[in-house]
C-alpha cells in the first residue's frame, strides 16, 4: 500500500497508507486531512482539494489533464506545483508521495 505525506501549513505532517487506484483526495478524506475538503466529491468542479506537489515529486506524477488547469485558473494561491488532490491516482511507484496542503485549501 503506498503510502502519502500531507504536510500543513504549520509544518505538521499526517502519514496515511492507502490502496493503489485510491485518488490522493480519496485517502485525504478518509483519513480526515484537515484542509482537503473536496466539496464536490472529487468530481473536478470545485478545487476545494487543492494541493502542492513537493519538488521531488512533481516529475514524478502525471501532469493535470486541461479540466483540471481551467479550474486551478480560479484557484487561489496557484502555484506551479498545484494540484487537484482528485485527479491524482495512487500507484505503488508512488510510494512516498509528499504533498503540502495550502494556507486556503
Known sequence: M???IFIQPDKSEQ???VTSGTSV???AVDNSVVG???NCGG???CATCH???APEWVGKIEGAEEEENDLLDSATNVQDNSRLSCQIVMTDA???LKVYV???A
Open 2 to 4: 503506498p503510502n502519502i
Open 94 to 96: 508512488m510510494d512516498g
Open 51 to 53: 494541493i502542492y506537489i
Open 102 to 104: 495550502p494556507v486556503s
Open 15 to 17: 502519514h496515511i497508507s
Open 25 to 27: 483526495k480519496d485517502g
Open 36 to 38: 482537503i475538503d473536496a
Open 43 to 45: 468530481s473536478c468542479a
